[in-house]
C-alpha cells in the first residue's frame, strides 16, 4: 500500500518527536529542564515531541547539546530536512511539463553520482529507453497528470541524460524483474525496439544488468522501483510524488534490499536468452 505524502510526512514529524523525547530521557531531564536549557517554553518540547509541532535546525542542535547527543546530530537533521522535503509534487511540477517531471533539474546529481543501483519491477529504467519507448510512456502521463504536452522535449531531456552511461568511473548495477521486459509501452514494433536497446546496453563494461526470471524463489519482493544513487540518496516514485530519501538509516535499508532483490537475478547470456525469449514471443 503506498501511502500519501502528506501522511508519510505526518509519520516521519511524529517519528523525529519521538526520538527527540527519548533523548531527554535518557539524559534525565525534564520537559520543562530541557526547555529552560534550550531557551523555549516547555510546551513547544511537547509540542515538537508529540509531533504537533517541526523543530527548527536549531532545535535539533540544542537538544542534542543539552542532551550530551552530538552523536545523533548528523541522523536527526537528515531526517527533519527528509520532513522539509521528503516528496515532490508531480501534479504542482507538471504545471511546468512533463520536462520538470522528469528532473531536467537532477542532470547535477547524475554527473557527480559514481555508482547507480537501479531496480524497477516493471518498466525499463529511464537511461536505459529508447526515445519511441519513453515517448510512449510519457504519453499516459502527460494525460493522467493533465501537464502542458511538452513530449518532444521531455524525451529529449531523458535521452540527453543518457550520456552519462559512457562518462569515465561510472558503474550502473541494475536488476530487473522479468516482468519489466514484457510490459508494453506502445506498439510490438516499439517494445522490440526497446529490448534489442538493453540487450546491446549489456555489452558495456560498466553496466551490470540482472535479469529475475517469472516464477523463481526469492526471498524478498520490491513493492516499488528504486534508485540508490551512490550512498547520498535513493530516489522512489509513486503515481503522484518523487520521494527522495537521505536519512543515512533508512539508505542503509535500501541498500539492504537492493541486495535481497539481487540475489535470484541471472546475469550474462542467462539474462541475455530471457531478453531474447521476450523479443521472440513478440511475433
Same mark, same amino acid.
Given at each position: 500500500?503506498?501511502?500519501?505524502?502528506?501522511? /508519510?510526512?505526518? @509519520?516521519?514529524?511524529?517519528?523525529?518527536? #519521538?526520538?527527540?523525547?527519548?533523548?531527554?530521557? !535518557?539524559?534525565?531531564?525534564?520537559?520543562?529542564?530541557?526547555?529552560?536549557?534550550?531557551?523555549?517554553?516547555?510546551?513547544?518540547?511537547?509540542?515538537?515531541?508529540?509531533?504537533? @509541532?517541526?523543530?527548527?535546525?536549531?532545535?535539533?542542535? !540544542?537538544?542534542?547539546?543539552?542532551?550530551? %547527543?552530538? *552523536?545523533?546530530?548528523?541522523?536527526?537533521?537528515?531526517?527533519?530536512?527528509?520532513?522539509?522535503? %521528503?516528496?515532490?509534487?508531480?501534479?504542482?511540477? /507538471?504545471?511546468?511539463?512533463?520536462?520538470?517531471?522528469?528532473?531536467?533539474?537532477?542532470?547535477?546529481?547524475?554527473?557527480?553520482?559514481?555508482?547507480?543501483?537501479?531496480?524497477?519491477?516493471?518498466?525499463?529504467? +529511464?537511461?536505459?529507453?529508447t526515445a519511441e519507448y519513453c515517448s510512449a510512456m510519457l504519453s499516459f502521463w502527460t494525460r493522467f497528470l493533465g501537464a502542458p504536452n511538452d513530449l518532444e522535449e521531455a524525451v529529449a531531456t531523458r535521452m540527453?541524460?543518457?550520456?552519462?552511461?559512457?562518462? +569515465?568511473?561510472?558503474?550502473?548495477? #541494475?536488476?530487473?524483474?522479468?516482468?519489466?521486459?514484457?510490459?508494453?509501452?506502445? %506498439?510490438?514494433?516499439? @517494445?522490440?525496439?526497446?529490448?534489442?536497446?538493453?540487450?546491446?546496453?549489456?555489452?558495456?563494461?560498466?553496466?551490470?544488468?540482472?535479469?529475475?526470471?517469472?516464477?523463481?524463489?526469492?526471498?524478498? #519482493?520490491?513493492?516499488? +522501483?528504486?534508485?540508490?544513487?551512490? *550512498?547520498?540518496?535513493?530516489?522512489?516514485?509513486?503515481?503522484?510524488?518523487?520521494?527522495? #530519501?537521505?536519512?543515512?538509516?533508512?539508505?542503509?535499508?535500501?541498500?539492504?534490499?537492493?541486495?535481497?532483490?539481487?540475489?535470484?537475478?541471472?546475469?550474462?547470456?542467462? %539474462?541475455? !536468452?530471457?531478453?531474447?525469449?521476450?523479443? !521472440?514471443?513478440? +511475433?
Amino acid at each position: 500500500m503506498i501511502t500519501s505524502p502528506s501522511s /508519510s510526512a505526518k @509519520q516521519e514529524k511524529e517519528a523525529l518527536g #519521538v526520538r527527540l523525547s527519548e533523548l531527554r530521557k !535518557d539524559a534525565g531531564l525534564t520537559a520543562r529542564a530541557l526547555a529552560a536549557a534550550t531557551g523555549q517554553h516547555y510546551t513547544r518540547v511537547s509540542k515538537i515531541e508529540h509531533g504537533v @509541532q517541526a523543530p527548527s535546525d536549531r532545535d535539533i542542535r !540544542d537538544w542534542c547539546r543539552a542532551c550530551g %547527543a552530538d *552523536d545523533q546530530l548528523p541522523d536527526l537533521l537528515a531526517t527533519l530536512r527528509a520532513i522539509e522535503s %521528503a516528496y515532490l509534487e508531480f501534479r504542482r511540477q /507538471s504545471r511546468a511539463g512533463m520536462k520538470r517531471v522528469l528532473g531536467a533539474h537532477t542532470f547535477a546529481l547524475y554527473e557527480r553520482t559514481k555508482l547507480f543501483r537501479i531496480y524497477e519491477h516493471n518498466v525499463i529504467p +529511464g537511461l536505459f529507453q529508447t526515445a519511441e519507448y519513453c515517448s510512449a510512456m510519457l504519453s499516459f502521463w502527460t494525460r493522467f497528470l493533465g501537464a502542458p504536452n511538452d513530449l518532444e522535449e521531455a524525451v529529449a531531456t531523458r535521452m540527453e541524460r543518457q550520456r552519462v552511461i559512457y562518462h +569515465g568511473g561510472k558503474r550502473f548495477i #541494475v536488476v530487473l524483474e522479468e516482468q519489466a521486459l514484457r510490459t508494453w509501452f506502445g %506498439a510490438a514494433e516499439t @517494445q522490440a525496439g526497446q529490448l534489442d536497446r538493453l540487450l546491446a546496453l549489456t555489452s558495456l563494461p560498466n553496466v551490470s544488468l540482472g535479469i529475475v526470471p517469472m516464477m523463481t524463489e526469492r526471498i524478498a #519482493v520490491g513493492s516499488t +522501483g528504486f534508485w540508490i544513487f551512490d *550512498d547520498a540518496l535513493v530516489a522512489l516514485e509513486t503515481p503522484t510524488a518523487s520521494i527522495e #530519501v537521505n536519512r543515512p538509516q533508512e539508505l542503509e535499508l535500501y541498500v539492504r534490499m537492493f541486495e535481497a532483490l539481487k540475489t535470484p537475478a541471472v546475469y550474462g547470456r542467462a %539474462a541475455r !536468452d530471457l531478453i531474447t525469449k521476450a523479443i !521472440d514471443e513478440l +511475433g
